[in-house]
């Protein structure tokens, strides 16, 4: 399940309470895709263990957008159109004669999304057949999945979806668990399985709920950041749990880097490699342009869970998917 920054899991592992459950996943096309940039950085260098530019002529793009309290919908604009306009290079004046290989972005973690998905297993164990992202449905914590609407007449509305707690790049450089440079993307997914399943408590790691579970009376899989540390636990403790879900981001196809995600945090960070490195000019003032496609880009698990002497719970999972991204800065 390749998601926009992440690899969301959900996994059944066992039958406490006669406790069992079904998961479906199928993506769709939202028609309403809000991402709030709080700030871009043009960067010389970077250091891999933070995010944080390096070099003596780090770069701030001066942001102007303020409408719609500083969001751009990356699904409402014709092809080729402009959808946002971020900022400008006014003031400061750009340095002339420097070379900038990287773009250092940071995003709100929460994103705002509308749309239906349509159950592509169909009619698949769960027996549904459409999830809608429902804008009345809400994320109590940091540590809880979104959840959609599975009324088949229900008109979508625009849904706040945030990224639940998890580990990145952060993590898994600290843990030896990263095979990226600075130009290329991490791929060891390792961290979770070597680290997290034997310590939660471990840094950044975060095993999250669903909140039509935990009503059901499921018993999940807990971390640090679920409020209830578990220090070396293992897999010893998997016996009296009935289900796990995590986000690990430190693997993806679009950004090279992204920043673990915990409960404080209310942004996340992700640095970029522009396709051709930018060499600014004395009296030229460029254009960095960032292009996207919405194409499955909201992603959804539809789920069915049963348990002995209780009404069988229906529902799904909304998260972010895998919208397209390019950047290029140019004259």
């Not at 993307?185 to 950044?204: I, L």
């Amino acid at each position: 399940m390749n998601k926009f920054f992440a690899i969301f899991s959900v996994f059944l592992i066992s039958t406490v309470s006669l406790f069992a459950a079904d998961f479906e996943f199928s993506t769709g096309d939202p028609d309403m895709f809000k991402v709030k940039p709080i700030s871009m950085q043009l960067c010389e260098d970077w250091t891999r263990s933070t995010g944080a530019c390096s070099g003596d002529n780090t770069y701030t793009i001066t942001k102007t957008m303020t409408a719609d309290d500083g969001r751009c919908d990356i699904a409402g604009a014709t092809a080729n159109a402009i959808a946002c306009t971020f900022g400008t290079f006014d003031s400061p004046v750009l340095p002339s004669g420097v070379t900038y290989p990287y773009i250092r972005v940071e995003l709100s973690r929460t994103m705002w999304l509308r749309g239906s998905v349509t159950n592509t297993n169909g009619p698949g164990t769960t027996n549904l057949s459409v999830c809608h992202t429902d804008g009345s449905n809400t994320q109590a914590n940091n540590s809880q999945n979104a959840e959609g609407n599975v009324t088949v007449d229900f008109t979508p509305t625009l849904q706040a979806l945030t990224f639940v707690n998890g580990p990145g790049n952060e993590a898994t450089i600290t843990a030896g668990a990263d095979n990226g440079t600075k130009t290329t993307a991490n791929t060891d997914t390792s961290y979770m399985t070597s680290t997290c399943f034997n310590d939660a408590s471990a840094q950044a790691c975060s095993f999250n709920t669903l909140p039509s579970l935990i009503a059901q009376g499921a018993q999940h899989f807990m971390g640090a950041s679920n409020g209830t540390q578990i220090s070396g636990v293992g897999t010893a403790d998997w016996n009296s749990r009935d289900y796990w879900m995590t986000a690990p981001y430190y693997a993806s196809t679009e950004h090279i880097w992204m920043s673990d995600l915990e409960a404080a945090d209310t942004s996340l960070i992700l640095m970029y490699v522009l396709a051709t490195p930018y060499t600014t000019k004395a009296g030229i003032t460029p254009t960095l342009k960032m292009s996207f496609s919405v194409e499955d880009a909201l992603d959804v698990d539809f789920f069915k869970s049963e348990v002995g002497g209780k009404d069988d719970v229906l529902g799904c999972t909304v998260y972010v998917g895998s919208p397209g991204v390019s950047m290029s800065l140019y004259d």
